[in-house]
C-alpha cells in the first residue's frame, strides 16, 4: 500500500465515521447517505473477491493442464521407446528369415518426433 492508498483509506473512513455520527444524530440525509457508501463499498469488496477466486481458479487449471500436458508427453515418450524396441526386434527377425534381401539400416529412426521445448511456452 503507498501513501496515496493510505490517504485515500483515512479519508474514506474519516468520511464514513463523520456519516455514522450524523445519523446517530438524527441527519436523514447522512443515514441516506451512510447506506449509499456501504452498499457500494460492499459491492466493490463482493467483486474484489469474486475476481481473486476467478484468478485463482485459473491458475490452478493451467497448472492442472500444465501437468497433464508433460505426462502426456512422457508417456509418448515411453511409447515410442517400447515401438523402437518392437521394430528394431521385428526388424532383426526379417533379417534372419529373408538373409540379405532387406538393405541394412545404419541408424534406427525415430517413429514420433518430439521437439524438445514443445511446452516451454506454457511454463511461463
Do not use: W
Request: hydrophobic fraction near 55%; glycine fraction near 8%; avoid cysteine.
Amino acid at each position: 500500500m503507498n501513501g496515496y492508498n493510505f490517504t485515500f483509506s483515512l479519508i474514506i473512513l474519516g468520511i464514513i465515521g463523520g456519516l455514522i455520527y450524523a445519523a446517530s444524530v438524527g441527519s436523514l440525509a447522512a443515514l441516506a447517505t451512510l447506506a449509499i457508501v456501504l452498499t457500494i463499498l460492499l459491492i466493490a469488496m463482493g467483486a474484489g473477491i469474486a475476481l481473486v477466486a476467478v484468478k485463482l481458479m485459473a491458475e490452478k487449471e493451467q497448472k492442472a493442464f500444465m501437468d497433464n500436458a508433460h505426462e502426456n508427453l512422457t508417456i509418448m515418450q515411453a511409447l515410442q521407446t517400447i515401438q523402437n524396441q518392437q521394430n528394431e526386434q521385428l526388424l532383426r527377425q526379417a533379417k534372419q528369415l529373408t538373409g540379405a534381401m532387406i538393405p541394412p539400416v545404419t541408424a534406427p529412426a525415430q517413429a514420433l518426433m518430439i521437439e524438445d521445448g514443445i511446452f516451454e511456452e506454457l511454463d511461463k
